[in-house]
């Protein structure tokens, strides 16, 4: 073949493909505009725990990196949730208040005071338990003494002087009700001292204190040193009460409804994966990291009748909280009298069995 054949042929063949390529952009162009769809963003839920992390509000465990990579499978698709961290549940209030946090953990009492005050815009809405105090047969939060202390009965308290975690907090609010219920008045009769949960054993043992209340892990730990005895604790004093609760604000439960369904339904899908005996070891070892405590002594007690009483649905009701928040009133803790069940919907919750 000449050179000038196959020149003729690679300048037909260039023409063909530029036709061809031609052709394709003009048929892309004449195709009607269909614009990308976005799928949009699962909400986001701003969640404020109060400050404990670990078996204390397990909640903490279960918004855990791990926890949403593995067992929350709505995460990421129907919510997200996004956490800080508040100084108590009076700190989670404050930020519920300045609507800075959508949904937070709240004890009786800080619900009560947020109420009472109308703190919250829109309002505050309790949705769902954590974990339930005086219930027969499972952990409380005992108020103890020293082995050899003369103290015996809570009548024995007058002239004594005895440390809460925080006053006006719920174990202060326990404290003032077994004082009233035996003729004692809580502001003349006793000295109430305010410390940390993990310094109150040391303070009995070096008599700084004649009594003390103390919170998991710490009343393990301190039995386990021995030399100290329960002098009472929540059981008989209140019916069993919700100690820790998440709560959200209303105007928010109302603009994201389904997003607030979707991470409740993982939480008690969370919290029955971490009931299961198959699973103990794992949820020892992952919230033992979380709350920098060793493992084996978490074992002792965490998830057990050690522990406190969890609801596995997680079921919130103002019948609880009620008789806690009216002890608060007559203590004179609150400015007016609350009636908490406008102020309570579990029907956020899975409906299961």
């Known amino acids: 073949m000449s050179s000038h054949s196959s020149s003729r042929d690679s300048s037909v063949n260039g023409r063909r493909n530029f036709i061809k ?8 162009l004449s195709l009607p505009a269909f614009p990308m769809i976005a799928r949009a963003a699962p909400p ?28 929350l499978k709505r995460h990421g698709k129907e919510y997200v949730i996004e956490t800080t961290t508040a100084r108590g549940t009076p700190g989670v209030a404050t930020l519920l208040a300045a609507e800075q946090a959508d949904l937070g953990t709240l004890a009786f009492t800080s619900l009560a005071t947020t109420v009472a005050q109308d703190a919250v815009p829109g309002g505050v809405t309790a949705v769902a338990e954590i974990h339930r105090d005086a219930v027969q047969g499972y952990a409380s939060n005992p108020f103890v003494v020293l082995a050899d202390s003369p103290i015996r009965t809570i009548a024995d308290l007058k002239g004594k ?14 404290l003032r009700i077994a004082l009233q219920a035996h003729g004692l008045d809580p502001r003349k009769d006793v000295r109430v001292v305010e410390m940390p949960f993990g310094n109150i054993g040391p303070a009995l043992r070096q008599k700084r204190i004649d009594a003390g209340v103390l919170a998991m892990p710490f009343q393990v730990d301190e039995a386990k040193k021995g030399g100290i005895r329960t002098v009472f604790d929540a059981v008989g004093v209140v019916p069993p009460y919700p100690v820790l609760f998440q709560s959200a604000r209303t105007r928010f439960l109302k603009s994201q409804p389904a997003a607030v369904r979707a991470w409740l339904a993982d939480y008690v899908d969370a919290q029955r994966w971490i009931y299961d005996p198959a699973n103990r070891k794992q949820v020892v070892a992952l919230t033992a990291d979380l709350a920098k405590t060793p493992a084996a002594s978490l074992d002792e007690y965490f998830l057990t009748a050690k522990d406190f009483y969890r609801d596995p649905n997680a079921t919130i009701s103002a019948a609880s909280l009620q008789p806690p928040i009216d002890a608060m009133a007559k203590l004179g803790l609150l400015p007016k009298p609350v009636t908490i069940a406008p102020y309570v919907d579990a029907s956020y919750l899975p409906h299961r069995v």
């Open 21 to 28: 390529q031609g052709a394709a952009v003009a048929a892309a």
């Open 44 to 71: 986001v839920i701003r969640y404020a725990s109060a400050g404990v992390v670990g078996p204390g509000e397990l909640e903490t465990v279960i918004f855990s990196d791990w926890f949403k990579a593995n067992v």
């Open 161 to 174: 002087t005895v440390a809460v975690n925080a006053f006006n907090g719920s174990v202060d609010i326990i």
